[in-house]
């Protein structure tokens, strides 16, 4: 065994701080926080046999629990601190109805698919993002000294966090809406979002507008995110599709 007793004290003061830091961390990503939408087997949503649909278990990753409430079936993100809750199961093919709301202008925030659920340096994790933004987000801000385009809020699609994707509708690393279809705040979106094997593809309330490939990255947890701006969700129902037979990611 190590001599512990021999290392510096420099290190050992290290060690007190990071310790505390560690396990917050670890103990937030392991703390169930709420249920909120059903999960339905593909055998029952498509021949109408098999088991029952099962709630959706969400774990904290580092929000609070503070950031999350209730009101009737919409679940309510205050949008602060930064961050996200994380899906207790990892998905990797299957398809995502979900429905959003903004409530201020501008408004920021998004669901993450096939992520690691670990926070990065901006406390967002990696995987591929489907961006929700309300409409006045192109008005309130600037990138780069200059208002970005109209399309930037309507339901782009980009990997983070080292995940690297091919866009359907280039906008440098991004790929854009070909339609601009999102309604501004306080009036509800719905997106349908297909995921299968690497390929992403995107329907804003209705039509199919988005898409990416070659995702190097294709199995992992789906995240809700607060970006510091309240936002509504209801209605979340997840179809897990047939596996890859080639994918062996964990």
């Not at 050992?12 to 830091?21: R, T």
């Not at 098999?50 to 929000?63: D, E, L, M, R, Y």
């Amino acid at each position: 065994m190590p001599a512990f007793t021999n290392y510096p004290k420099w290190l050992w003061a290290l060690l007190l701080v990071l310790a505390p830091i560690t396990s917050l961390v670890q103990g937030q990503s392991n703390e169930l926080l709420f249920e909120f939408g059903e999960e339905i087997p593909w055998e029952a949503k498509y021949s109408g046999k098999g088991p029952a649909g099962q709630s959706i278990k969400w774990f904290n990753v580092n929000t609070t629990p503070e950031t999350w409430s209730w009101k009737q079936d919409k679940l309510i993100c205050s949008g602060n601190p930064i961050g996200v809750v994380r899906s207790e199961k990892q998905y990797e093919n299957f398809i995502m109805h979900i429905e959003w709301m903004h409530m201020e202008p501008g408004g920021n925030s998004g669901t993450f698919i096939w992520s690691k659920a670990i926070p990065g340096e901006n406390r967002l994790p990696d995987g591929v993002e489907v961006q929700m933004l309300e409409l006045d987000w192109v008005t309130l801000n600037t990138r780069d000294g200059k208002k970005p385009p109209e399309a930037y809020v309507q339901g782009e699609l980009f990997g983070v966090g080292g995940v690297k994707i091919v866009p359907d509708n280039p906008r440098g690393e991004r790929s854009k809406s070909i339609e601009h279809l999102c309604k501004p705040r306080g009036e509800w979106n719905t997106y349908d979002v297909v995921c299968v094997d690497g390929v992403v593809k995107l329907s804003v309330n209705g039509v199919f507008v988005n898409g990416i490939s070659k995702s190097t990255q294709k199995k992992g947890h789906i995240c809700l995110e607060a970006e510091g701006a309240e936002i509504h969700f209801r209605n979340l129902k997840i179809v897990e599709l047939p596996r890859n037979s080639t994918a062996g990611q964990e």
